[in-house]
């Protein structure tokens, strides 16, 4: 590497100034520029995207000897412009780092040491143990709800991972675990931002980050909360400082002050897990004092749809409550529909039953007084942060897992999707709703529905109550089914066909009310029927809620495989230290993976673009490129099942895999974008699918990444016509290239834009044509205005409008079928706040004992495991979460040098008020306990950290972060040993950012 030590210190931090240049993303100190030149001469250039979080930063790599010599910033990337933070240039490290393993290895029963073996015999050992534990326990049919179902599935093998790998490496995965009839599928995402797609969905009709980096210098009020993004997104920042530069106010709300709140305007605190309490209150703001943008509300939301007289809510419940399965009967959050099965609509915004009027009353209990009281914040502060919020337009709203990791996860975010619709900051240039995530392509693994629940594009995995294509179709829509199709097509070929429904019967099918995220995988490995797990770039035994339970999962398989580029915890369970290897039974085989310099391959980042990742370094050892392990794995199983005459092998003799090897990657990037299938052409895009099976799309999100024979992610185009900030010629975004999504609502009901000095699209009436600096968000480029479909600004609800209130809705076709069906979170169609499951108090909303936490939420699940810390024994709340030098598990920064050097080990962060409670001084060992488990760290005691008065009682919040483990070079006990598995009901995310724990002198 070309950078020295003691620039990477520098530039990171040690010297004050370095981590202000670092979080700002300013270019690499630009030292001894002739010395570099001459060190490079002769060296292959290529470029490639940053491992660490989603930003998608740009990076050019130098190679030479077939070794990295140097990692920088590439200035021509959009996302970054030369920048790279103290991770992204830490990476260099990587690929020439001694402590990756580079050798197949092999862990037998009970031993206490790795062998190293083949790629043969590792191949050949993980195709046969999956094989077993799927052939001993295949679940042909189960009885669901007093019904025998036909389900063609294992429950005996997890599938996690993906958010670490490529996109054709996802797609790999994803076709594999399903074609083994696998349900324990899961990524990252799980634990950081699955409650964003379902909120996002509720509201817009898609899942995604509405704008992206670049448009960011369009905000006048940039309002983070539930985010650090200093140091945890820093190229993020640096678009957020562009803003700041010209004029922006910034507005930072969490629940402590970290290096993000030092560049804000205005600071809010609160309490972990208030955030519906604070925001409730301003929603209601809004609706009192008109500050809602009313011509934006009535052309683009359902505010004047009327909703069911027998929808109801009383006491933190909304009718159709079910207490004994902790559930909802969603029926009477429906509209009032008319002859034509559409919503009804009111003439007054406030007309009895209007979504508004119901919104009203419903925040209108969210008092200053209560708010204060639950979020400990003054009563000022509260009502400053409203006003701030309702005097700049556009605003865009940036959050992170400070927000997603709650059990009222997505309701939380929901309260963003209402604002912003409200002020009229969705579909605008320098509005929208940034999720920002954490993970380099974890986007794109819940894209391709590495995830139980989803095929990919977001597809519905199918359940007993969708278990054909016809019933799948009438609960999804025709909409979604077409795409269902062409996926079909892609993973079955020609024998996918209209008489048989596609093939649709070979899926598997799972059952509705049966939790196959990562936290039931181990739950029900504890419980000794989960017998493999394949694990992909992913560290469960650090990353999970109550990690001891993953422990006690693995320690109960028969085998575990992991792929990746380190031997990290999960891994390497059986020697935990304090335990005997000798004891636990699981074998393990680990396959050395390359890292992401060494391998080609698409990836995308946070705001939906699809970069082109070159090669770089040949792969270290023995290592191999993910993409080159499945397909060795899968070719291996399919070997192992070519003669079976079982019916439930025909799915993976059928699964199509027709992948050269020295073209594999592109092969799969042309899959997923799909091909006419009448003149083998690739499609140009979406509008080109069809409904037939004429056409192939492995996912229909992404179709026209290789549009027309153009591989579209490798663009590098400068061009920006409008100033926008879009640059639509570099890589490409899905879907269709559309920047900023539902851009459509920028305009008026004639097409034109309402701020014509940031105009995006338009209806040009010349052309008979929707135009625009960014590809419009129209369903039909052609279609008028004032027609249907020229006037659907939220095109992807059932509606066509964006959703203040969360309806229970279907769109019918003229037939009666359901044409597509709106997504309604299973906690309520408005958001209510309610306790953590862990809570130092009692909910100041509602006397209901049943309201006091999200009703929703089913907790304990295995109450021997799964004790709820009550105030008296574990005083003080815990909030956990990443720090700038780590990142993760910690798998790969624990592994970088320079990274330990800046933070060497984990801590608890404590005020002086309660360390002197405690006797406990700067730096002192102090073990923290929790109802799951106890760990000991050093206290950092700060100014930053102050208690705060909850419904009249003074509480003391503590922070830790978590990426510690028992392997890599810097080594610490894992925070998740103490915070709680307690998951929001949608989509089994755990509560990481609010438990009880207790702290004592060490
Ligand atoms: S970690 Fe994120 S911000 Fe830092 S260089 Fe990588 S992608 Fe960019």
Redesign the pocket.
Known sequence: MNLTRRDFLKTTGLTGVGLALASLGLDMPKVKAAAKEFKLKGAREFTSI????????GVIGYVKDDKLINLEGASDNP??RGG??S???GYGQIPNSDQRATKPLYRAPGSDHWEEISWDEAIDKAARALKKARDENWKQTEVIDGQTVDVHRTDAIGFIGGSQINNEECYQNIKMARALGVTYIDNQTRVCHATTPPAMNAAFGRGAMTNHWGDLKHSKLIWIEGSNIAEC????LKNVMKAKNNGAKIVHVDVRYTRTSKIADYFFQLRPGTDIAFLGYIISYIIENKKYNEDYIRRNTNAYCILRDDYKFDEGIFSGYNAEKHKYNMETWGYALGADKKPQKASDLFAPNTVMSRMKEHFSRYTLDKVSGITGMSKDDIELAAKIFCEYSPTVMMYALGMTQHTVGVENIRCFTILQLLRGNIGVPGGGIDAMRGQ?NVQASTDFGIMFQYLPGYLSFPTEKTNTLEKWTRASGTFRAKWLKNMLKAWFGDYATPANDYAFNLIGVRNSSHNDSIYGLFEDAYRGTVKCLYLCGQNPHVTNANAGMVHDGLCRMDTVIAQDIFVNETAEFWNRPGDNPADIQTEVIFLPACSYLERRGTITNSMRMIQWRMEGPKPLGDSKPDYEINNLLWRKIRELYQDSTDPKDEIIQRMTWNYSDDQTVEDILKEINGYDLTTGKLVSGIGQLKDDGTTSSGMWIYAGVYGNGEHKAQRRGQEDEGGLGIYPNFGWTWPDNIHLLYNRASCDENGQPVDPEHKIVWWDAAKNRWEGYDVPDVGNRNAAPGTPDGNKPFRMTGEGYGRLFAAEYSDLNPDGMTRDHSYTPVDGPLPEFYEPVESPTKNALHKDEKAQFNPCVVYPRLPEKQRIGTKDEFPYVLCSSGIAEH?CSGTVTRNIPWLNELVKEPFVEMSHKLADQLGVKLGDKVKVSSARGNVTVKAMVTDRARPLTINGEETHMVWMPYSWGFKGLSKGPSTNYITIDALDPNVQEQEFKACLVNITKA
Do not use: Y
């Open positions: 940053c491992h660490f979080c989603a930003c998608g930063c996302v970054n790279l933070c991770k992204g240039l997104h820093p190229m993020g380099p990142w």
